[in-house]
């Protein structure tokens, strides 16, 4: 898990999970959210995200179904960018990060000049390359 923000009513969902847990014994290990995001993760699937309240980007990586989710908060707080050519996949906080990354196709998306000039913004899921995406709040 790649994780950044904060989940305000993690403290109510690890509660939640431990009156549900088939182990009476469970116990979280720490204090963090990130920890009871993941259990929750872990407990409902794609599902946990609509009982999350918070400011959030994140990516988890499903191990057992070899699939990765990425997440961002409903409001749109925390910015989500990722890069998809049909060969290679990266995704970060900030644009400028995907940009570091050698060898990418950074062609221009005529549309999006077309958007900023007619709307004086980009909206997401574009960006102004072709293959840079912006994950659309409250989207997983």
């Known amino acids: 898990m790649v994780y950044n923000g904060e989940v305000y009513n993690f403290q109510e969902i690890g509660a939640r999970l431990k009156e549900q847990s088939s182990n009476k014994s469970f116990k979280f ?9 993941l259990e929750a993760f872990s407990e409902y699937g794609t599902e946990f995200i609509h009982s999350l309240n918070g400011m ?10 070899k699939e990765i989710h990425l997440f961002r908060d409903r409001i749109g707080i925390k910015p989500l960018f990722y890069y998809w050519n049909q060969n290679f996949f990266a995704f970060a906080s900030e644009m400028k990060a995907l940009l570091e990354i050698p060898g ?19 909206p997401a899921p574009h960006t102004i390359y072709k293959h840079i995406f912006k994950l659309t709040r409250g989207v997983i």
Do not use: P, Q, R
């Not at 959030?56 to 179904?65: G, R």
């Not at 077309?114 to 709307?119: E, I, N, R």
């Open 104 to 122: 990418l196709d950074l062609s221009i998306n005529n549309s999006a000049i077309h958007d900023f000039l007619h709307l004086g913004f980009i």
């Open 56 to 65: 959030f980007a994140m990516a988890i990586l499903d191990i057992e179904s």
């Open 29 to 37: 290990n720490t204090s963090s959210d990130t920890e009871v995001i």
